[in-house]
């Protein structure tokens, strides 16, 4: 956004300000979400925010799955945007490695009404995917950035013909375009291994967006 608006000669501040203003307000819940996130939890950035979870909500309603998947719950703030777009009787996976913020996220799908909709997994999602016997419609990967590559091996068997992948941070903050990335940095190579591999995969059709971070949209054929 601020490179676009840079383009045109305009005030990346006053751009936001004019996409605030012309979006449907954050739903109270999630606002309070976020608020208790910021106070309560470390790394408070990993959250998605108003504008990432209203696209999130968005896709999910497009989409109107019956199953989805998402690995990396954090604050569950993206899982409750995702729900939204559930069928009856829809059923939403979420596996979160951090035990110690469990509770918090059980706060935060109740306090949204949606835990009857939501299974929680606490652990390695690479160890869990395996044991969860679903056929999804859509999948969210915002875990380990040096995992996405074994997080996308794990779930494209698990993908229904036609369903949805959503892959969040692939540029990294730009980090991707480093050709000598250091070995201490296996977030940036795991994020380029990743697009790469997507890239190449023909069992897909893909689109980088660059929005927030960027986001990867994938399709199975």
């Known amino acids: 956004m601020s490179s676009?608006?840079?383009n045109i000669g305009i005030n990346s501040?006053?751009?936001d300000m004019?996409?605030?203003d012309h979006s449907s307000a954050e739903d109270p819940v999630l606002y309070d979400l976020y608020r208790r996130t910021h106070l309560k939890l470390y790394h408070p950035r990993r959250s998605s925010d108003h504008f990432a979870g209203q696209f999130l909500s968005f896709i999910s309603q497009l989409v109107k799955p019956?199953?989805?998947?998402e690995i990396g719950t954090?604050?569950?703030y993206g899982s409750i945007c995702l729900a939204k777009g559930l069928v009856a009787e829809g059923i939403?996976?979420?596996?979160?490695?951090?035990?110690?913020i469990e509770d918090f996220i059980k706060e935060s799908f109740s306090n949204a009404r949606i835990s009857d909709r939501v299974i929680l997994h606490i652990g390695d999602a690479c160890e869990i995917i395996p044991t969860i016997d679903e056929e999804f419609d859509l999948i969210f990967i915002d875990g380990n950035k040096d995992q996405y590559s074994k997080y996308f091996d794990s779930v494209i068997n698990k993908v229904k013909?036609?369903?949805f992948i959503i892959a969040d941070n692939v540029l990294w903050d730009g980090k991707v375009l480093t050709d000598n990335i250091p070995n201490n940095d296996p977030?940036?190579?795991g994020i380029q291994l990743f697009n790469n591999k997507i890239q190449a995969d023909k069992r897909v059709e893909n689109l980088l967006l660059p929005l927030y971070d960027g986001l990867m949209m994938i399709r199975k054929k």
């Open 161 to 163: 013909p036609g369903g």
């Open 187 to 189: 977030f940036t190579k």
């Open 74 to 76: 954090y604050s569950g």
């Open 66 to 69: 019956r199953r989805i998947l």
């Open 4 to 6: 676009y608006s840079k």
């Open 92 to 100: 939403l996976h979420t596996i979160e490695i951090n035990d110690e």
């Open 18 to 20: 004019y996409i605030r």
């Open 13 to 15: 501040d006053d751009l």
